[in-house]
């Protein structure tokens, strides 16, 4: 199982560019990053998945080296709304699930 | 689209109760995972199942947790013997069908042990 190692908190303000890296050294082949956010007293909810070089939807981007040893989660323009916490997860086979470990995640502080 | 329905969201129980938290997926038929998240803390992963059959039961506590699913749809999580660091809020999660490994949350069961 791949394990994740992800900043305990980053501060940042409105307006700025927040870029949140996770490192999974050990990830495998059919491995894919998948990145949550988590509200207070909410279940965590799916932001953003690549496997490899760089995705970019609506909410975030996620860029990923050639080497997939890491990923970086990269949110333009945050808001206050955007205060959460993040994690990383490395997954294994596709649909199939497999035992799914979150790292400790990044507590993200937004300041006006 | 399809969520995931926990119950109860709220359960108060002294010290020495037993506790069932419930977790229907709704659309039924995925893969089914559970996790404990104390207060400020990350998420402990618990057990998933695939159908009815959990292959990894080794994230449970200790002996007095427990899990089942029945008809690959609804699962519950029993605790015995409640103690006080059982105190946190029970997640469960459906895996999405589109893409990997993309689970669906539900809002979690807030479990106070008094």
């Known amino acids: 199982l791949a394990k994740t190692t992800q900043p305990i908190s980053m501060d940042s303000y409105e307006g700025q560019e927040v870029n949140i890296t996770c490192s999974h050294n050990n990830i495998a082949t059919n491995d894919y990053i998948t990145w949550y956010q988590q509200f207070p007293s909410q279940g965590p909810r799916f932001i953003i998945q690549g496997y490899k070089t760089k995705v970019t939807n609506e909410v975030a981007s996620l860029f990923i080296p050639a080497d997939r040893k890491s990923s970086t989660l990269s949110l333009p323009r945050v808001s206050l709304s955007d205060t959460a916490v993040y994690y990383c997860?490395?997954?294994?086979?596709?649909?199939?699930?497999?035992?799914?470990?979150f790292g400790q995640g990044t507590e993200l502080s937004v300041k006006p | 689209g399809a969520g995931v329905s926990q119950s109860p969201s709220n359960k108060v129980t002294e010290k020495g109760k037993d506790v069932e938290l419930r977790c229907d997926p709704i659309?039924?038929?995925?893969?089914l995972y559970w996790y404990r998240q104390s207060l400020g803390q990350g998420l402990e992963f618990l057990i998933y199942f695939q159908g009815n059959s959990a292959p990894d039961k080794s994230g449970l506590p200790s002996d007095r947790f427990s899990a089942e699913r029945t008809g690959g749809s609804v699962s519950t999580l029993t605790i015995q013997r409640t103690q006080q660091e059982d105190s946190a809020v029970y997640l469960c999660a459906r895996l999405r069908g589109a893409g990997a490994n993309v689970l669906t949350f539900g809002a979690g069961s807030r479990l106070t042990v008094l």
């Open positions: 997860l490395v997954g294994e086979e596709y649909n199939q699930g497999g035992k799914l470990i």
């Open positions: 659309s039924g038929h995925t893969a």
